[in-house]
């Protein structure tokens, strides 16, 4: 492919990008911008051109140690539930919005400290921006004219300048959107999201290529390296040496994947809920893993057909160009390149606020941004923010200029990891050790960047650089115990895991022991209590911070406005003054008012410019480590005596919800009581009145004929029945209430009581053509009052046959059991139960207005001595209410066996 048209490609490549980016800009609240993955694939950023092309050339050259770099943060995930959920935490109800706030807020706003942390960052992004952009000029020759190496010195001809120009143009653009640096980048982290799938699909694609295409499979690339490779060499571990360069290794990768600057940015910075962090935990490992599977083949493929000679770093495009299949090769650059976007876009971005909030801002811009308006000091800071993400990218285009082309990629990017993993003993022991102070912290990075100075950087710059190995060979002034790769004798580590170990032991070392000889201040002892005890500082929140000293709201609320804007700052006073109960017309500010403001104004500014704002109009007054701990425990017990209050308080409003749904319970049952007195007084009058007007008829007429005797004597029994019926059933129903009647259990068939209880109305059924159908897919055993179920089924069947139409009426029931009892469901196509009755149809004293009949039947007691029933065999009845005609009841029985 031409030069041009490969420039052209990319142009509409990053196009492309843009769009992505402002369509996720634009639609922030979506399901798919704000999906779970997009997260977790915002992660894979750590998947940079180090790892696209590098990997494959520390596999070609050290065998399956490349795993090392994978294995750390395939560790470090499970522990995020507990480790990164702890910095999270802290993060948000702080504002911080990068790892150098984070740490400076540790140490009680440490203005040098935050300044120190952000000189390591810079020093570890910047040779790493150039790794990439380095990765773009050779892959970008390589698929261009097929031949590595640079054609011309120009600036105004490099093509990378340009790529470099325009990754800062789009960065800056996305990364500086809002003043709040702590705020999510929406469109920045969704068009990473896309690229980290782009990358992955690519790079799984050479990898089949190469294995499936190039070669008959993994057996066959096996077969053929263990004639022409050195396989005992690449794939193993190489004895106790090899073990211990593994575990350090892997200890690098697992301090990197919470240390690097663009993985706080996309892991802490942009997290905004729990469902991401549960995604992220399986979710990366498993892309690690699939970004691995087909590394080891393409190196041993790419060392079978091109030998040792070609550039190992870039085996995925070389093996496509060497059997002329320049669609892929083009594909596997466009990979590399999203690998390369994504990292320079957010550790530009993560960078740019360090650069501002700790250095520019704190030590040069600080006195003039206070003396100017809110929106000349939003201006003010972005454009700031927007030059550090120019300066930092064209910094590592000058820097990329002097690389030796011959240094891989993998020797670069360790030297980054490597400064980085200074961060760690800050970082990790200060948010489990409150005695860790700001001067340990201090010293302990500047050791451990001079080890690395002295074990790597040193003897790497003599030998690449300026091409001599006297020091490496002989040591510095020819001591042989000061040697860079072999220190007082050590050589068992390779030259990476060598400076590892000597930088953070004097790192580590320097940092337990001067934080124990020197106490940190009071700010830095109130910050290490909340650091420490992150669950009761969210728990406490503004109560957490200590504070003593004279501050006016009014001065305070100027700052606010000033740094975040009049609206902004009179919102975030209404909330802080209604959520602590504070009388507006309230002059001097508390310890809650101060830690509130200082949190807003880290987003902005940083925590150091924040605490450097506050103190400029607050006088401060030393507090002592007693006073500390104590206003922190009585802060505490107050939390706990109003949250003690505050579930009283729900109890209460509780009981009297259910103390009110008590009383309109009863008023219901006192009107159904009166409703069921009139009603059986009437069902008890009716019978009455007419055996006592059929025995009058019968005493006075002597000369009566035998047949309409007979039909008075008739009329007296049924009327009797009827009397019997209801009386019976109150005497039922109260001695099932009371627990004075017993069940006859036995094991026998529930569905030929169910038959007999369809027998028994089966001459009304007929009588009013209804349909009455009974299934049941096998027979049913279990143990039950025989007599008492059949009142029960005889009764909802009674129940039916009063609600359904004459002639087109229809009754269904249905028998199953399963795993969990047994179901008995009556169904019909009658009137229905209405849903305001749903839950009074149980009830002793209720009548079913619904029924087919002028009047209502019965004495209202039937359905209550059906869940008496039931529920003495252990079972419940309800009423289905998602029907949208008829009705259906439905049994549930336990499983009862002899």
Same mark, same amino acid.
């Given at each position: 492919m031409s030069k041009t048209a490969l420039i052209a490609l990319i142009f509409v490549y990053l196009g492309i990008l843009f769009l992505i980016a402002l369509f996720a800009e634009k639609n922030k609240g979506s399901k798919l911008v704000s999906h779970p993955v997009v997260y977790a694939l915002s992660l894979a950023v750590y998947c940079s051109a180090w790892t696209y092309y590098g990997s494959v050339g520390m596999a070609a050259k050290s065998g399956v140690e490349f795993l090392t770099i994978y294995l750390g943060p395939i560790i470090a995930a499970p522990l995020w539930i507990v480790l990164l959920k702890k910095i999270i935490q802290l993060s948000k109800v702080y504002n911080v919005s990068s790892i150098a706030d984070f740490i400076s807020l540790r140490y009680g706003n440490s203005r040098s400290l935050g300044a120190f942390v952000t000189l390591v960052c810079a020093a570890s992004i910047i040779p790493y921006i150039s790794l990439q952009l380095k990765a773009i000029s050779e892959t970008f020759e390589i698929v261009s004219t097929s031949t590595l190496g640079i054609e011309g010195s120009s600036v105004i001809t490099d093509s990378t300048f340009y790529i470099a120009l325009i990754l800062a143009v789009f960065a800056s653009f996305f990364g500086t959107l809002a003043l709040d640096a702590s705020k999510n980048k929406t469109g920045v982290m969704f068009s990473v999201a896309f690229e980290s799938v782009l990358k992955l699909t690519f790079f799984l694609i050479v990898g089949v290529y190469v294995t499936y295409y190039v070669f008959d499979g993994t057996s066959d690339i096996y077969e053929q390296a263990e004639l022409g490779l050195d396989l005992n060499q690449l794939s193993t571990i190489k004895g106790l040496s090899g073990g211990i360069n593994w575990y350090f290794s892997i200890a690098l990768s697992f301090l990197a994947i919470f240390l690097l600057p663009r993985q706080f940015q996309t892991s802490v910075v942009e997290f905004t809920n729990r469902k991401q962090l549960k995604t992220s935990i399986w979710f990366f490992p498993l892309y690690l893993l699939l970004f691995n599977v087909f590394v080891i083949f393409i190196a041993w493929g790419g060392m079978l057909i091109l030998g040792n000679q070609a550039n190992a770093d870039y085996f995925t495009l070389l093996i496509p160009l060497h059997f002329g299949d320049h669609w892929l090769a083009i594909l596997v650059f466009l990979g590399g390149l999203s690998a390369v976007i994504s990292m320079v876009v957010v550790s530009t971005v993560a960078l740019s606020t360090m650069l501002s909030n700790n250095l520019i801002i704190p030590y040069g811009f600080i006195k003039n941004l206070t003396r100017s308006k809110s929106f000349k000091n939003e201006k003010t800071i972005k454009n700031i923010r927007r030059l550090c993400v120019f300066s930092s990218i064209i910094l590592a285009y000058l820097l990329y200029a002097l690389f030796d082309p011959k240094v891989s990629l993998f020797s670069i990017g360790l030297i980054s990891f490597l400064i980085i993993a200074q961060l760690a003993p800050s970082f990790f022991i200060g948010m489990f050790w409150n005695r860790g102070s700001a001067l340990g912290s201090k010293a302990g990075i500047i050791l451990g960047m001079m080890m690395i100075g002295?074990?790597?950087?040193?003897?790497?710059?003599?030998?690449?650089?300026?091409?001599?190995?006297?020091?490496?060979?002989?040591?510095?002034?020819?001591?042989?115990?000061?040697?860079?790769?072999?220190?007082?004798?050590?050589?068992?580590?390779?030259?990476?895991?060598?400076?590892?170990?000597?930088?953070?032991?004097?790192?580590?070392?320097?940092?337990?022991?001067?934080?124990?000889?020197?106490?940190?201040?009071?700010?830095?002892?109130?910050?290490?209590?909340?650091?420490?005890?992150?669950?009761?500082?969210?728990?406490?929140?503004?109560?957490?911070?200590?504070?003593?000293?004279?501050?006016?709201?009014?001065?305070?609320?100027?700052?606010?406005?000033?740094?975040?804007?009049?609206?902004?700052?009179?919102?975030?006073?209404?909330?802080?003054?209604?959520?602590?109960?504070?009388?507006?017309?309230?002059?001097?500010?508390?310890?809650?008012?101060?830690?509130?403001?200082?949190? #807003?104004?880290?987003?902005?500014?940083?925590?150091?410019? *924040?605490?450097?704002? !506050? =103190?400029?109009? %607050? /006088?401060? +007054?030393? $507090?002592?480590?007693?006073?500390?701990?104590?206003?922190?425990?009585?802060?505490?017990?107050?939390?706990?005596?109003?949250?003690?209050?505050?579930?009283?308080?729900?109890?209460?409003?509780?009981?009297?919800?259910?103390?009110?749904?008590?009383?309109?319970?009863?008023?219901?049952?006192?009107?159904?009581?009166?409703?069921?007195?009139?009603?059986?007084?009437?069902?008890?009058?009716?019978?009455?009145?007419?055996?006592?007007?059929?025995?009058?008829?019968?005493?006075?007429?002597?000369?009566?004929?035998?047949?309409?005797?007979?039909?008075?004597?008739?009329?007296?029994?049924?009327?009797?029945?009827?009397?019997?019926?209801?009386?019976?059933?109150?005497?039922?129903?109260?001695?099932?209430?009371?627990?004075?009647?017993?069940?006859?259990?036995? #094991?026998?068939?529930?569905?030929?009581?169910?038959?007999? *209880?369809?027998?028994? !109305? =089966?001459?009304? %059924? /007929?009588? +009013?053509? $209804?349909?009455?159908?009974?299934?049941?897919?096998?027979?049913?055993?279990?143990?039950?009052?025989?007599?008492?179920?059949?009142?029960?089924?005889?009764?909802?069947?009674?129940?039916?046959?009063?609600?359904?139409?004459?002639?087109?009426?229809?009754?269904?029931?249905?028998?199953?059991?399963?795993?969990?009892?047994?179901?008995?469901?009556?169904?019909?196509?009658?009137?229905?139960?209405?849903?305001?009755?749903?839950?009074?149809?149980?009830?002793?004293?209720?009548?079913?207005?619904?029924?087919?009949?002028?009047?209502?039947?019965?004495?209202?007691?039937?359905?209550?001595?059906?869940?008496?029933?039931?529920?003495?065999?252990?079972?419940?009845?309800?009423?289905?209410?998602?029907?949208?005609?008829?009705?259906?009841?439905?049994?549930?029985?336990?499983?009862?066996?002899?």
């Amino acid at each position: 492919m031409s030069k041009t048209a490969l420039i052209a490609l990319i142009f509409v490549y990053l196009g492309i990008l843009f769009l992505i980016a402002l369509f996720a800009e634009k639609n922030k609240g979506s399901k798919l911008v704000s999906h779970p993955v997009v997260y977790a694939l915002s992660l894979a950023v750590y998947c940079s051109a180090w790892t696209y092309y590098g990997s494959v050339g520390m596999a070609a050259k050290s065998g399956v140690e490349f795993l090392t770099i994978y294995l750390g943060p395939i560790i470090a995930a499970p522990l995020w539930i507990v480790l990164l959920k702890k910095i999270i935490q802290l993060s948000k109800v702080y504002n911080v919005s990068s790892i150098a706030d984070f740490i400076s807020l540790r140490y009680g706003n440490s203005r040098s400290l935050g300044a120190f942390v952000t000189l390591v960052c810079a020093a570890s992004i910047i040779p790493y921006i150039s790794l990439q952009l380095k990765a773009i000029s050779e892959t970008f020759e390589i698929v261009s004219t097929s031949t590595l190496g640079i054609e011309g010195s120009s600036v105004i001809t490099d093509s990378t300048f340009y790529i470099a120009l325009i990754l800062a143009v789009f960065a800056s653009f996305f990364g500086t959107l809002a003043l709040d640096a702590s705020k999510n980048k929406t469109g920045v982290m969704f068009s990473v999201a896309f690229e980290s799938v782009l990358k992955l699909t690519f790079f799984l694609i050479v990898g089949v290529y190469v294995t499936y295409y190039v070669f008959d499979g993994t057996s066959d690339i096996y077969e053929q390296a263990e004639l022409g490779l050195d396989l005992n060499q690449l794939s193993t571990i190489k004895g106790l040496s090899g073990g211990i360069n593994w575990y350090f290794s892997i200890a690098l990768s697992f301090l990197a994947i919470f240390l690097l600057p663009r993985q706080f940015q996309t892991s802490v910075v942009e997290f905004t809920n729990r469902k991401q962090l549960k995604t992220s935990i399986w979710f990366f490992p498993l892309y690690l893993l699939l970004f691995n599977v087909f590394v080891i083949f393409i190196a041993w493929g790419g060392m079978l057909i091109l030998g040792n000679q070609a550039n190992a770093d870039y085996f995925t495009l070389l093996i496509p160009l060497h059997f002329g299949d320049h669609w892929l090769a083009i594909l596997v650059f466009l990979g590399g390149l999203s690998a390369v976007i994504s990292m320079v876009v957010v550790s530009t971005v993560a960078l740019s606020t360090m650069l501002s909030n700790n250095l520019i801002i704190p030590y040069g811009f600080i006195k003039n941004l206070t003396r100017s308006k809110s929106f000349k000091n939003e201006k003010t800071i972005k454009n700031i923010r927007r030059l550090c993400v120019f300066s930092s990218i064209i910094l590592a285009y000058l820097l990329y200029a002097l690389f030796d082309p011959k240094v891989s990629l993998f020797s670069i990017g360790l030297i980054s990891f490597l400064i980085i993993a200074q961060l760690a003993p800050s970082f990790f022991i200060g948010m489990f050790w409150n005695r860790g102070s700001a001067l340990g912290s201090k010293a302990g990075i500047i050791l451990g960047m001079m080890m690395i100075g002295f074990t790597y950087l040193l003897p790497f710059i003599t030998e690449n650089v300026l091409s001599n190995s006297q020091f490496v060979e002989n040591g510095l002034y020819g001591v042989q115990m000061l040697k860079p790769y072999a220190l007082f004798g050590i050589d068992l580590l390779n030259p990476v895991n060598h400076a590892l170990y000597w930088s953070l032991l004097f790192n580590t070392g320097a940092y337990l022991v001067l934080s124990v000889i020197k106490k940190g201040n009071y700010r830095e002892r109130n910050y290490g209590e909340m650091f420490v005890n992150s669950e009761r500082v969210v728990e406490l929140k503004e109560n957490a911070y200590v504070w003593k000293g004279e501050a006016n709201v009014e001065d305070i609320q100027n700052i606010l406005v000033r740094f975040l804007g009049e609206t902004k700052a009179n919102k975030a006073l209404r909330v802080f003054r209604k959520r602590y109960q504070v009388n507006p017309e309230e002059k001097l500010a508390d310890a809650r008012f101060i830690n509130f403001s200082e949190r #807003l104004l880290t987003g902005a500014v940083g925590s150091a410019s *924040a605490k450097i704002l !506050i =103190s400029n109009v %607050a /006088k401060e +007054k030393p $507090v002592s480590l007693v006073e500390v701990l104590k206003i922190l425990e009585e802060n505490k017990e107050t939390i706990s005596v109003n949250k003690s209050l505050e579930e009283q308080s729900q109890k209460l409003i509780k009981l009297t919800s259910e103390l009110k749904s008590a009383n309109d319970e009863l008023k219901i049952q006192d009107q159904l009581k009166d409703d069921f007195l009139d009603t059986v007084a009437h069902e008890l009058k009716t019978p009455i009145t007419s055996i006592k007007a059929s025995s009058e008829v019968l005493t006075e007429a002597e000369d009566m004929p035998f047949e309409l005797r007979q039909k008075f004597l008739n009329n007296i029994i049924q009327d009797t029945e009827r009397l019997n019926v209801l009386i019976n059933d109150i005497l039922d129903l109260e001695k099932m209430a009371s627990g004075r009647d017993v069940l006859n259990l036995k #094991l026998q068939a529930l569905d030929r009581c169910i038959e007999d *209880a369809i027998n028994g !109305i =089966s001459s009304i %059924a /007929k009588r +009013k053509n $209804v349909d009455v159908r009974f299934q049941s897919k096998t027979q049913i055993q279990t143990e039950f009052d025989y007599s008492k179920m059949l009142q029960v089924f005889t009764n909802l069947l009674s129940n039916s046959l009063k609600f359904v139409s004459e002639n087109d009426g229809k009754i269904k029931v249905f028998l199953e059991e399963n795993s969990e009892g047994i179901s008995f469901k009556i169904r019909d196509n009658g009137k229905g139960i209405p849903e305001e009755e749903l839950d009074l149809i149980f009830k002793k004293f209720y009548q079913s207005k619904n029924q087919t009949f002028k009047k209502p039947l019965g004495s209202g007691f039937g359905l209550a001595i059906c869940k008496q029933i039931v529920q003495m065999h252990g079972g419940e009845i309800f009423a289905n209410s998602n029907l949208e005609k008829g009705a259906e009841l439905i049994i549930k029985l336990p499983k009862r066996n002899a």
